[in-house]
């Protein structure tokens, strides 16, 4: 997988497998975003840039909150992809590779940090300006965007602990425990990972049988998390990721959940399913070293039962 040691690429090191099991490691940057910065990003227009990959579900919250909050003219798109020869690439004509020499997203964590010690995540948010990563959570990112844009709050503040804990749940319950299947090195890991998996998705599946969003008729940051993992769902996870037992497509309500969001103005143009099958097969040498892309699945996202 490779990562920076004391602000020096290592293609060879590899913190995130533990004895068989995949353990995502937390990023040692400062992550919060402040009121200057959330002023920023309302006036100056072109000095940050949101680096992000197509196939990441962790970049792709980022981005549908950039398009959601409208904020997509003051925030530049620097997209990273690719085949990972030292992590993620930051592809040619952007924002930042047009106009510097940097070529991996790696690069920008050097910068940042020159003694910067761990892995080169996206989505990152960088300003020009300072020449920094302002932060690589998505989470802040996501909330940083819901401030600065326009319309309702993602997080409104009646419902903070609430997202927050079911936010915490998807993730641990879903979005990350998918990877724990697919990287799996040990039969109990794997068969625990995917139980996981499947009673969160039991769990969401009965949360949305009577309502639009998970928290009624408005959509949070904690519907875009679980929409960016859903919408690669039959494409990667039960497929390269092994979590086979069921389909997206065999939940009633997610699968309308998803096709809902999916075909709000805008969130269709942000879903790349060949960028998606790429970055999974062909970026996941252990598990595929032939670098065999599966197919897409036969899936109708235009589908409008239960829509209307």
Known sequence: MGMLIDGKWDNEADRSMVSGTYRREESTLDTTIDQEILHALQHDVGRFI??????????????IALVLKELSENVLIQWAGGLRVEGYGLLPDGPITGSSNIQHAHQLYSVTDKNYTG????????DSKRQSILSNSSADIILAFSHAGHGSELRPEMLVSEIDALTSDIFNGLSNAVYRAGKA???????????????????????????????????????????ATLVRFDTVYVTHFRCI??????????????????QMPGIRETVNFEEIRFGYYVNDGSHNPFAIIGQQPLINWDNRDGLD
């Open 50 to 63: 949101l680096v992000v990959s197509a196939s990441c579900p962790w970049s792709h919250g980022a981005v």
């Open 245 to 262: 037992r069921k389909r997206l497509v065999d939940y009633p309500a997610l699968w309308r959940f998803t096709r809902r969001i999916f």
């Open 119 to 126: 892995r080169a995540t996206v989505p990152m948010l960088w």
């Open 185 to 227: 090195e040990q039969q109990a890991e794997y068969d625990e990972a995917v139980d996981t998996v499947f009673a969160t998705m039991d769990y969401l599946e009965d949360r949305l049988m009577d309502q639009h969003f998970l928290f009624g008729s408005n959509l949070t940051i904690a519907d875009i998390r679980l929409f």
